[in-house]
């Protein structure tokens, strides 16, 4: 999505790293970028607030729901991986199974 208008920074990488800016993942000098951005661009302000709103309801939605804790440590062991450049393998996280 682009707005056709040109910005110091394009509304592709903008629209790239969205939820790094929703989530405050980001250097403070990038979240700056953003929120200069979004003061010139309203369809990626749209879209942000758009995003911003859905992650407040599953927040409120689901947000009190404990991660079991195998889950858990399953998914740290493949960041670990990840990071350490190691192959991940598909099989090593499986949706839990609800008893019947």
């Known amino acids: 999505m682009s707005c056709g208008e040109p910005h110091e920074t394009d509304c592709s990488e903008i629209l790239d790293h ?3 800016f929703l989530d405050r993942e980001m250097p403070e000098r990038d979240c700056t970028k953003f929120e200069v951005h ?3 661009c309203s369809p990626c302000l749209e ?6 709103a859905v ?4 927040k409120r939605c689901c947000g009190h729901d404990d991660v079991p804790s195998d889950l858990r440590s399953k998914v740290m062991g ?3 991986l990840i990071r350490a450049g190691e192959p991940v393998p598909d099989h090593d996280i499986s949706p839990t ?4």
């Open 18 to 20: 969205l939820y790094e």
């Open 38 to 40: 979004f003061e010139e």
């Open 47 to 52: 879209k942000y607030g758009l995003e911003q």
């Open 55 to 58: 992650k407040k309801l599953v």
């Open 78 to 80: 493949r960041i670990e």
């Open 97 to 100: 199974t609800a008893p019947e």
